[in-house]
Structure formats: C-alpha cells, structure tokens
C-alpha cells in the first residue's frame, strides 16, 4: 500500500488515525513545553547580560596596579612601590544598535534595535565596544617617600599613567 493510499483511507483506519493524532498532540506539547524551559546555554542579549563585569574590573584593576609598581619603581630613589587603585566605574559593555529616522517638518522619530548576530538559540548582541573601568584615584607608597623631588616625580608619573589629576593621588611612606 502507498502512503497517498494509506493517507486516503486514514478517516476510515482509527488505529491509524489514533497514532497520528497522538504523534501530532506530543508534538505541539514538546514545540509548547521548549518555549517555556529556559535555555541553559545564557544566550548573551541585552535583556540577560549583565552591563558590568565585577571580574573583568578587578583583573583591570590588579594588572594596572601591578604594572604601574613596576613602572614607578624603576624612578631613581622611589625605592620599593605599592600601589593601590579605586575604581569609579565598572568594565561597560557598548552593543550596536541600527535605527533610522524620520524627520518631518514638526515632528522627528528615531527607531533603534540592537544588533543580533546568531542564528536559533544561539542568537546574542553584537558587542560593539568594551570601556574600560575608569579610575578614580590612587595611593602609592614607596619606600624613597623622604625625598620631595622623588615626590614629585611619583605624582606626575602617576598621574600621566592614570590620565588622573595630582588631586586624586596619595603618596605616602611604605613601611619596611
């Protein structure tokens, strides 16, 4: 017998016609049921993302005090560095939006819509731009601390490196 046959005579087949009603039903449950089961793959969207990272700051934080250590102990007469950096903001995440505008002679509208990349369950926003956290100030203890023009020197160095005012910089004697 062909399928176009059995297909024909299936309102007449109730066992036939049963299994295909229950093959169709346990299919719509199991569509309906996936919709309802979250993921467990965390897709990265805009919605589930979290627009900080806790983690990626405090590496930033601990790779820029250990480098700015050596840095400012290769000054002559700094002696022995510790640095210690606070961190005004977290690392950001900057997704890429599309949008268009419409400009009318008394009205303007904007339309913006993230970037998906991905296809099926796979789908996540495209990251555009990761900031970097911004730091707030600093402390630096050295052990060349009784020197006014060693000072001076770790303040202005500081700084540069930073990209933050003398201001916001403490220098002060490290303890031996």
């Given at each position: ?22 093959l169709g039903i346990a299919g719509l449950i199991f ?40 840095f400012l102990s290769n000054i002559d007469g700094a ?94 004697k490290l303890k031996r």
């Amino acid at each position: 017998m062909e399928w176009a046959e059995k297909f024909r005579d299936m309102p007449k087949d109730k066992k036939l016609l049963a299994v295909v009603m229950f093959l169709g039903i346990a299919g719509l449950i199991f569509i309906m049921l996936s919709a309802i089961v979250p993921d467990n793959k965390n897709a990265e969207t805009p919605e589930n993302i979290s627009l900080s990272d806790s983690s990626g700051t405090e590496q930033f934080r601990i790779e820029t005090e250990k480098r700015l250590e050596e840095f400012l102990s290769n000054i002559d007469g700094a002696g022995d560095v510790k640095v210690y950096i606070m961190v005004a903001t977290d690392q950001r995440y900057v997704y890429a939006t599309e949008g268009r505008r419409n400009k009318s002679e008394n009205t303007a509208e904007e339309e913006k819509k993230y970037v998906i990349i991905g296809n099926g369950s796979e789908k996540s926003a495209l990251v555009e731009t990761v900031q970097t956290p911004a730091i707030a100030s600093a402390v630096v203890a050295c052990s060349g601390f009784e020197s006014p023009a060693v000072q001076e020197q770790i303040y202005k160095a500081t700084s540069a490196a930073l990209g933050i005012p003398t201001g916001q910089i403490y220098v002060t004697k490290l303890k031996r």
